[in-house]
């Protein structure tokens, strides 16, 4: 692939832009410096630079951060930051997108991506991709609404009904529940329709992908396997 063309796969701007940074000398290829405009780089193991900054050629990304409380998840925010503010410009520059959505208040695992093919199979509605959450209720949370998430409940506007998964009682105010739908507010009405309200909300897990040890604010690059995980679980 020629320098150019893979400087602006990476999300180093506009062709002419990536052209301008080569004749500058800022690309480095495995520590050479590179000028030559009409140089045809292999992209298998790449590690190039750019201003002294290192980084990995990467066909495709795929992202898990920690999501903080007071983001939210879109381009164009309404009331808060946008949680795409926490990446650099060359990742939001390549087309990165959430796969699927968190309220801004709510904490933990959200995968992003610039793969179209690997975000449309995790947010198909057919698909049905588990997810865990941890609940804080603002009332107790009682046996019997325990037992009626289980069997599921209705929710105002929507078709069906909203089961609830391995659904564990952590202490009073706190639960752990896997839903496998994915409609609006989904967790806090269901919540709602058995009688308490959440207080706030985290997800640790999608797919079989837990959330990676990280402070809230911070993402990793996900290997293959971890990529696999988080597709496990649903039905096609």
Known sequence: MLLEKMLQSQGFGSRKHCQQLIKN??????????TDLK????????????????????????????????????????HHQSVF???PDTLRERGLAAVGRLD???????LLTDDGQ??????HP???????????????????????????VELHHEKGIFVATEVQLLNEHQLSMTIHQGVYHQV????AAVGNKVESLHRQRIGLLDLPELEQGEWIYLDPQ???????????
Do not use: W
Not at 25 to 34: H, N, S, T, Y
Not at 128 to 136: C, E, L, N, S, W
Not at 226 to 236: D, E, F, Y
């Open 25 to 34: 000398g800022a690309i480095c290829i495995q520590g050479e410096l590179q």
């Open 39 to 78: 140089l045809r780089v292999n992209l298998e193991n790449l590690h190039f630079s750019v201003f002294g900054e290192d980084y990995i050629y990467r066909e495709k990304v795929y992202i898990a951060l920690n999501k903080p409380q007071g983001f939210e998840c879109s381009h164009q925010p309404q």
């Open 85 to 87: 503010h926490l990446f």
């Open 104 to 110: 801004q208040d709510t904490t933990g695992l959200l």
């Open 118 to 123: 690997f975000l449309h199979g995790l947010t």
């Open 126 to 152: 057919k698909r049905h991709v588990p997810k865990v959450y941890h609940v804080t209720t603002v009332d107790p949370i009682s046996e019997q609404q325990l037992i009626a998430l289980e069997k599921g």
């Open 188 to 191: 806090k009405r269901m919540l």
């Open 226 to 236: 971890q990529v696999m995980a988080a597709q496990q679980g649903g039905n096609s």
